[in-house]
T-cell receptor, first 112, second 113 residues
Framework: EAGVAQSPRYKIIEKRQSVAFWCNPISGHATLYWYQQILGQGPKLLIQFQNNGVVDDSQLPKDRFSAERLKGVDSTLKIQPAKLEDSAVYLC??????????FGPGTRLLVL | GESVGLHLPTLSVQEGDNSIINCAYSNSASDYFIWYKQESGKGPQFIIDIRSNMDKRQGQRVTVLLNKTVKHLSLQIAATQPGDSAVYFCAENIGNQGGKLIFGQGTELSVKP
């Protein structure tokens, strides 16, 4: 069974630029999560989807972050405009309904 | 507020010894706990989980212990190997929040050959 796929693996941008990350979950997993992991810390949930609907986006900075999962499979996370403090690893995870979450390799973002 | 914390940020053990990584959680409503292993440059990898109706669960070389009285979770790794070197996170799932995981800070395990 293929794992969670993410791209790109690395991204370097300047502050105020825009960036987008893509995630393809494990086949059949209805629930998809985006996490932000700052260096030296545990992952922090940004947004959770159940199929194509948002379950929890309470910790998503909605003034600059947006995410969608239009067809209930792949998802994109966008930051516009980026700030220096957005430098982090962005992890995507998926699960069957709301059981064990399996993580992708992450996208490492550096904002200069 | 909600928090999951680890007692020790780093742990160094000799190859072949047993390792014990501890975790404290604060939310009594948490009903599901997971340990993840994260190697440098990779995403967290599922190791073992335990539900709140259990106090012990064993896997291959790993055991998780749950003490709900003192809100404490531990991960025991038997015969630690160099490949076990990584950061270990505990995470709690609060039962009425739809699968949301709260992660702790992490413990870095270093295995000396």
């Amino acid at each position: 069974e293929a794992g969670v796929a993410q791209s790109p693996r690395y991204k370097i941008i300047e502050k105020r630029q825009s960036v987008a990350f893509w995630c393809n979950p494990i086949s059949g997993h209805a629930t998809l999560y985006w996490y932000q992991q700052i260096l030296g810390q545990g992952p922090k949930l940004l947004i959770q989807f159940q199929n194509n609907g948002v379950v929890d986006d309470s910790q998503l900075p909605k003034d600059r972050f947006s995410a969608e999962r239009l067809k209930g499979v792949d998802s994109t996370l966008k930051i516009q405009p980026a700030k220096l403090e957005d430098s982090a690893v962005y992890l995507c995870a998926s699960s069957r309904q709301q059981e064990t979450q399996y993580f992708g390799p992450g996208t490492r973002l550096l904002v200069l | 507020g909600e928090s999951v914390g680890l007692h020790l940020p780093t742990l160094s053990v000799q190859e072949g010894d047993n390792s014990i990584i501890n975790c404290a959680y604060s939310n009594s409503a948490s009903d599901y706990f997971i340990w993840y292993k994260q190697e440098s440059g990779k995403g967290p990898q599922f190791i073992i989980d335990i539900r709140s109706n259990m106090d012990k669960r064993q896997g291959q070389r790993v055991t998780v212990l749950l003490n709900k009285t003192v809100k404490h979770l531990s991960l025991q790794i038997a015969a630690t190997q160099p490949g076990d070197s990584a950061v270990y996170f505990c995470a709690e799932n609060i039962g009425n929040q739809g699968g949301k995981l709260i992660f702790g800070q992490g413990t870095e395990l270093s295995v000396k050959p």
